[in-house]
């Protein structure tokens, strides 16, 4: 009998607050299953791929194994002229995003489409695919496998939009997450004030099949969920991420020079410390303008974070 009171406590206590749990988390989930996956949430999760953080693809976070978003001017089969068109690239052995592994996820009529008009069930991690975002008469989005649908191969979509069509948003995710971007940024605006600076809020059907979704937790820089819409500018970029003082001199945010990797674009080694030796000499009025920021080689990780920051819009 001692203590009787307490245990009963205890337990209504733990009552409780299992049930304002369930209430919380498990319940709204079984709406969340039948959502239908909007067409930002199929885009996202196309160029993301499977998973952007720590997974067995990728230990290490270095951007391996990921897809790529490519803007297609050209039938990669039969080389004519089309519409400018997003394609989603994943090259053999890329794992496949979750709307194609688990259809669940795109919810009951993205899901119906996806598998009976874009025949995704037929894509094949070893042999690799495109995926398009198409929609139907009626404006409903799904997923088609122009692999299946249209023969088009990664190598040939590759070729077709080249390079400077390419972006590698998906490895850039994988950086924002290793370099703790999203310790200071957030990707979700979230009062009025907000709506009216950074853009309008993300919808529930968003974030279908996106793994992690990088919300952030404190905010102490801007929300970056629509950055590519309000700043497009590949040179400010640069700026700002070799030295976020270029652009704005008050700025708490780090340094990510060293993501250049030691070459520029043009194979010439980088010399960090006579860069960071001329700009003191800006900063401390003994010369006119900054020195250069070098242009960052094809392969470089910075190229991948640029890529990532700018696709969000």
């Known amino acids: 009998m ?21 209430i919380t988390l498990l319940m709204p989930s079984f709406d969340i299953n039948h959502v239908n996956a909007t067409e930002v949430a199929m885009d996202k999760q196309l160029w993301a791929g499977a998973e952007s953080g720590f997974n ?11 897809p790529l978003k490519v803007l297609l001017k050209a039938d990669p089969k039969t080389g004519q002229p089309m519409e400018p068109t997003y394609a989603y690239v994943y090259e053999k052995g890329t794992t496949l995003p979750g709307g194609i592994l688990h259809p669940d996820n795109l919810g009951g009529i993205a899901k119906q489409l996806s598998l009976e008009k874009g025949r995704i069930k037929e894509a094949d991690k ?30 040939a979509v590759e070729k077709t939009a080249g390079d400077a069509n390419t972006l590698h948003a998906a490895a850039g995710k994988t950086l924002f997450v290793r370099e703790g971007c999203w310790w200071c940024h957030t990707l979700l605006p979230e009062q009025t004030q907000d709506w009216q600076v950074f853009g309008a809020p993300p919808m529930l059907g968003d974030f279908n099949g996106e793994s992690p979704t990088a919300f952030g937790s404190d905010r102490k820089a801007p929300d970056l969920l629509h950055v590519g819409s309000r700043n497009a500018s590949k040179e400010w970029m640069m700026l700002h991420f070799f030295n976020p003082r270029l652009v704005q001199p008050h700025s708490i945010m780090p340094r990510f020079d060293y993501l250049w990797g030691p070459t520029d ?16 000499e800006y900063r401390e009025g003994k010369r006119v303008t900054p020195p250069e920021v070098p242009m960052y080689a094809s392969n470089s990780e910075i190229r991948n974070l640029i890529d990532f920051v700018l696709t969000l819009k």
């Open 265 to 280: 674009a043009n194979g010439k080694k980088i010399d960090f410390p006579k860069w960071r030796a001329e700009y003191n």
């Open 126 to 155: 070893n042999a690799g695919a495109v995926f398009l975002v198409k929609a139907d008469e009626q404006k409903r989005y799904y997923i088609e496998n122009a692999t299946a649908t249209m023969g088009w191969t990664p190598e």
């Open 56 to 66: 067995l693809d990728d230990p290490f976070l270095l951007g391996w194994h990921k």
């Open 2 to 22: 001692n203590f009787r009171e307490y245990k009963i406590g205890s337990r209504f206590f733990a009552l409780a607050l299992g049930g304002s749990m369930t």
